[in-house]
């Protein structure tokens, strides 16, 4: 069981440059999101999916495009890179909650991508 | 808007002793988590705190949860350099839906 998997790791681009940080979860998790992670600062929501098809911005989402066309996969996109995005971005993933608050579950965050504009 | 402001930000304490790290949400919520991340790694989930009066233990951290005061601590005791690390709350609530908005971190050091 992988659980959050995202590539690439590290990456570096120039201004103006464009990429796509891939997400992918094994564990059939509904809602999925993408957050990035300035220096000494906590974590800010982009982008986030509750199903297939279904995509909404989070806080800071200018700048980046997202797409959900499977339950698996939730790619984020870079369309020119500015040196403000250089960051760290983590996506996440969790069960969709049933009326039960105990099957409230908490949030699988992958390892990150560590992504430098110069 | 949901905030979310994590006290003290930094904290430097020595092994043995006990303290208590604050997190204070804004809106409603009866749905808070906490987290640690070592330097460059991802977040490691720690407690879930479902309803008013949870309290949860796993070793020398103790959290809680007070929604009618929107209140959370993170209580270690008899800290050990191993519990190095910055611990992030995170809460879903208010206008946010399903999202989780976090504070900012506390960057705790455990000195010898």
């Known amino acids: ?118 | 808007e949901l905030k979310v402001e994590q006290n003290p930000l930094f904290l430097s304490m020595q092994e043995g002793k006990n303290y208590t790290i604050y997190c204070n949400y804004s809106t409603t919520s009866d749905r808070l988590y906490w987290y640690r991340q070592d330097p460059g790694k991802s977040l490691e989930s720690l407690f879930v705190l479902l309803s008013n009066g949870a309290v949860k233990q796993e070793g020398r951290l103790m959290a809680s949860l007070d929604t009618k005061a929107r209140l959370s601590t993170l209580h270690i005791t008899a800290a050990v350099h191993d519990l190095s690390a910055t611990y992030f709350c995170a809460v879903i609530g208010g206008t946010s839906g399903s999202r989780l908005t976090f504070g900012e971190g506390t960057q705790l050091t455990v000195n010898p």
């Open chain 1, 1 to 118: 069981n992988a659980g959050v998997t995202q590539t690439p790791k590290f990456r570096i681009l120039k201004i103006g440059q464009s990429m796509t940080l891939q997400c992918t979860q094994d564990m059939n998790h509904n809602y999925m999101y993408w957050y990035r992670q300035d220096p000494g600062m906590g974590l800010k929501l982009i982008y986030y999916s509750v199903g297939a098809g279904i995509t909404d911005k989070g806080e800071v989402p200018n700048g980046y495009n997202v797409s959900r066309s499977t339950t698996e996969d939730f790619p984020l996109r870079l369309e020119l890179a500015a040196p403000s995005q250089t960051s760290v971005y983590f996506c996440a993933s969790r069960k969709k909650a049933g009326q039960d608050h105990s099957s409230w579950y908490g949030y699988t965050f992958g390892s990150g991508t560590r992504l430098t504009v110069v």
